[in-house]
């Protein structure tokens, strides 16, 4: 059974950065794909970022590309997610989800397609 443990959420000041933590477990390889949504007040679900843990590939969504960096570590099946330069508009619940081949950020209409951990809050002040 896939289990995702998500962590490192809090507040922050607009311009500050925070670092998220996904830990994974129950995958019997490397070929899967851990991700990031997330949703804000009266907003739609976003798919913000993932990596393919196998070649580490990673994409972005457009409203975070140049300020988060996604990265794992094999070692202790943790992806890490590097949130630089917040905006208020990242205020958001982040929710780290895992799939065989699917990404957030290129297959956000289907969340049943993935595995969700629980969420955690992100809130960026002015």
């Known amino acids: 059974e896939v289990q995702l443990q998500a962590s490192g959420g809090g507040l922050v000041q607009a311009g500050g950065s925070l670092r998220l933590s996904c830990a994974a477990t129950?995958?019997?390889?490397?070929?899967?794909?851990i991700g990031w949504f997330r949703q804000g007040p009266g907003k739609e679900r976003e798919g913000v970022s993932c990596?393919?843990?196998?070649?580490?590939?990673?994409r972005y969504a457009d409203s975070v590309k140049d300020r988060f960096t996604i990265s794992s570590d094999k070692a202790k099946n943790t992806v890490y997610l590097q949130m630089d330069s917040l905006k208020p508009e990242d205020t958001a619940v982040y929710y780290c989800v895992a799939d065989l081949w699917n990404c957030p950020v290129v297959n956000s209409a289907s969340a049943a397609t993935y595995n969700w951990g629980q969420g955690t809050l992100v809130t960026v002040s002015s």
């Open positions: 990596i393919s843990i196998s070649d580490e590939d990673t």
């Open positions: 129950g995958f019997t390889s490397d070929d899967y794909v």
